[in-house]
């Protein structure tokens, strides 16, 4: 809950969704930053090794475009903004363009086979982890909501902004008719 950006006073809910079909695999997209740590091992890390084993074939100059580009992409999706700022979301442009983009890859160009439904990014807050984007359909298709929670979003104490989150209540979502 890190990267919600809450507001004393604020309530936020929280859901858990599970899958229809646990067996079902999402065809995704995964942004890695460059600086990843190889140690480090998260989803982003084997995707980051597979692609540059794949480029190895490839010639020094093609090599270091990619390490650049991905250097940029990864950057884009992670960088700190803040949120004080008037228009702070236009320091989001280049990552929500492109997420769009490899979202809505079909509406683009429709001989695309087997077009990514989950986005994985990097996470702004922890470096360790990861954000998921699904597009609403795969969501509405895939998934159902079995629980959420209400959290109220109080201050840490009296001389900060950092918040906490009390957890309220827990509700479970009955399945079925």
Same mark, same amino acid.
């Given at each position: 809950m890190t990267e919600i950006n809450a507001k004393e006073g604020d309530t936020v809910y929280v859901g858990t969704w599970l899958p229809i079909d646990k067996?079902?695999?999402f065809k995704n997209h995964i942004i890695f930053h460059d600086s990843i740590d190889p140690n480090?091992?998260?989803i982003a890390t084997g995707a980051k090794k597979q692609f540059f084993r794949q480029m190895s074939n490839?010639?020094?100059v093609v090599q270091q475009f990619f390490k650049?580009?991905?250097s940029v992409l990864g950057e884009s999706f992670s960088k700190e903004v803040d949120h004080s700022k008037n228009n702070y979301d236009r320091e989001y442009i280049l990552s929500?363009?492109?997420s769009e983009k490899i979202l809505n890859i079909n509406n683009v160009n429709k001989n695309i086979k087997d077009p990514p439904e989950i986005l994985i990014y990097p996470s702004v807050k922890d470096s360790k982890s990861h954000n998921i984007a699904l597009k609403p359909e795969t969501i509405e298709r895939d998934f159902i909501l079995s629980e959420f929670d209400k959290y109220? +979003?109080?201050?840490?104490?009296k001389s900060s902004t950092d918040v906490i989150y009390k957890k309220i209540e827990t509700y479970? +979502?009955?399945?079925g008719g």
């Open positions: 067996n079902k695999l480090i091992e998260h490839q010639n020094q650049h580009f991905f929500s363009l492109l109220e +979003v109080k201050l840490k104490n479970t +979502v009955q399945q």
